[in-house]
């Protein structure tokens, strides 16, 4: 009698969709802290910052597990996500949120998810699900609309709307870097390496980081600690987690949940609230994820046609 223990697979699909749960909600707190945060330090003083205080949790987290470093062949890809994700796009987003609110920010960023699918279906063979495509094309339009509730604000605002399109490009590429470093590497592993990674590419702001913190309040500080543990420690590797149990594609769809819950801390937190037009951008980027998250309808299988008898009397 076969004795094996015996699977739960909605046990497997429930802990990575627990996880990215727990990381869009985490990161859609990033969006207020950066706006919180970033009124009293500078963009790259506040990503260098934040990824120093990732990286010493994450590295002491590493240290007490005893996790096996990723091959030396993966090196490359490692400092690609890491330079890209983790250092150009929190830069640009820090320096975006000066510009515009947190949920305009939310939104405009989620024209990542687009850019993922499409590189992931050409560059790691995820294909291109029709599901996908669509959910992703509902999703674009929302992120036009808001593109276009933002531009009436002025040129800050509009330089905004470019900053967050430059995080968006980074950290599409950063996630169809990371996807295959999971294959052979655990998730906490890859994300303090690319913390790591983020963290000397900011260095050149260290110098100005040590005057922005000492003239800081102590509420700036504590957002900065904040950002450092959570959005970034915790919600990258529980992301991580949950990329490697699903394509990049649709994990990148599962972000279209920010900006609503940004909107909603915003709003809570600053009296924040985007314009109509904007909004109506939002709710086609929450529906657009639905539908991407879809699995496709299988095609009905046929039976193969019986074949006639032999002895069929002539």
Request: aromatic letters at 6%; charged letters at 10%.
């Amino acid at each position: 009698m076969d004795t094996a223990t015996p699977t739960h697979p909605s046990r497997a699909t429930a802990l990575p969709l627990a996880a990215a749960l727990l990381t869009v909600t985490l990161w859609a707190s990033a969006f207020v802290g950066i706006r919180a945060a970033g009124r009293h330090i500078g963009p790259g003083e506040l990503s260098l910052a934040r990824l120093l205080v990732g990286a010493v949790a994450l590295g002491l987290l590493v240290l007490v597990r005893r996790e096996p470093l990723p091959p030396r062949a993966d090196a490359a890809r490692l400092v690609l996500c890491g330079v890209l994700w983790f250092g150009i796009y929190n830069v640009a987003l820090n320096a975006a949120e000066r510009r515009v609110d947190a949920g305009t920010a939310a939104m405009l960023v989620n024209v990542g998810p687009v850019l993922i699918a499409v590189l992931a279906g050409a560059l790691l063979g995820e294909g291109f699900p029709r599901t996908l495509l669509l959910g992703c094309g509902v999703a674009f339009g929302g992120a036009v609309l808001i593109g276009a509730a933002t531009s009436r604000h002025g040129v800050q605002a509009g330089w905004g709307a470019a900053l967050c399109l430059v995080a968006a490009v980074t950290y599409a590429g950063g996630v169809v870097a990371q996807k295959p470093l999971l294959q052979r590497s655990s998730p906490l592993a890859v994300t303090w390496l690319a913390c790591c990674v983020g963290a000397v590419c900011c260095l050149p702001f260290a110098p100005s980081m040590a005057g922005d913190l000492r003239d800081a309040g102590a509420g700036a500080l504590a957002w900065t600690a904040y950002l450092g543990l959570f959005p970034t420690a915790v919600a990258f590797t529980t992301w991580a987690y949950a990329l490697s149990s699903t394509s990049a594609g649709r994990m990148g769809s599962t972000t279209y949940l920010v900006p609503p819950l940004a909107i909603l801390m915003g709003w809570v937190a600053f009296g924040e609230s985007p314009a109509a037009l904007a909004l109506a951008g939002g709710l086609l980027c929450i529906g657009g994820a639905a539908l991407a998250r879809r699995s496709p309808v299988p095609a009905p299988q046929v039976e193969p046609e019986l074949r006639k008898s032999r002895t069929i009397s002539r």
